[in-house]
């Protein structure tokens, strides 16, 4: 069993650059989660897939998009950078049903930092 | 939307003393509250939880209570040792939210040997 692996771990770009994290979840899982972490915070939600679908959304601007593939695989892509989307990016998977929450397997994050 | 506060944000003990650490949550739909051990620049991972059935919830040190009516939850661990020191993060969810998790703001753990 693979756990969830996220890509790239490190990054740095600048201000109105356009930038794609990406996320395997573990396998069997079939809903990928989004989390935001500012230095000393704790993760935000951004927003959640389940069957290749957006299921729900945090407080984020429309820039903020994502994708979730056949293979529930995932995209994180954030338009238009800003100073303030320096963080790390977690990238959860899970065994979502609707009407369940179930535990959250994180990743181990893509540190994106914005110049 | 649900807000989770968490106290306090650093926590410093002496090995084999008990650490406590409390949150409280605002939506009374929430039910499910995982805690959450986040090493540092590692990912956060699972230590226990506890569904909105039950009050109180132990696994070895490790122990989690729950208060529905006051709406908050803690975490309990007893005889810390130095690998205990870490940022701990609790959470809410709703059962009819899928997996959408408030966490809070995390305590800073250090465990003195």
């Known amino acids: 069993e693979t756990g969830v692996t996220q890509s790239p771990t490190h990054l740095i770009k600048t201000r109105g650059q356009q930038v794609t994290l990406r996320c395997s979840s573990q396998?069997?899982?079939?809903?990928v989660s989004w989390y935001q972490q500012a230095l000393g915070q704790g993760p935000q939600f951004i927003f959640q897939y389940y069957r290749e679908e957006e299921n729900g959304r945090g407080n984020f601007p429309p820039r903020f998009s994502g994708l979730q593939f056949p293979n529930y695989s995932s995209e994180l892509n954030v338009n238009a950078l800003e100073l303030d989307d320096s963080a790390l990016y977690l990238c959860a998977s899970s065994l979502g049903t609707p009407g369940g929450a179930g535990e959250l397997f994180f990743g181990e994050g893509s540190r994106l930092t914005v110049l | 939307g649900e807000n989770v506060e968490q106290h306090p944000s650093t926590l410093s003990v002496q090995e084999g003393d008990s650490a406590v650490i409390k949150c409280t949550y605002s939506?009374?739909?929430?039910?499910?509250f995982p805690w959450y051990k986040q090493e540092l620049g590692k990912r956060p991972q699972l230590i226990i939880d506890?569904?909105?059935?039950?009050g109180e919830k132990k696994d070895q040190r490790i122990a989690v209570t729950l208060n529905k009516t006051a709406k908050h939850f803690s975490l309990h661990i007893t005889e810390t040792q130095p690998e205990d020191s870490a940022v701990y993060f609790c959470?809410?969810?709703?059962?009819?939210?899928?997996?959408?998790?408030?966490f809070g703001s995390g305590t800073k753990l250090n465990v003195k040997p």
């Open positions: 959470a809410a969810s709703a059962f009819n939210n899928f997996n959408k998790f408030y």
């Open positions: 396998s069997g899982h079939n809903t």
């Open positions: 939506d009374s739909a929430s039910n499910y």
């Open positions: 506890i569904r909105s059935n039950v």
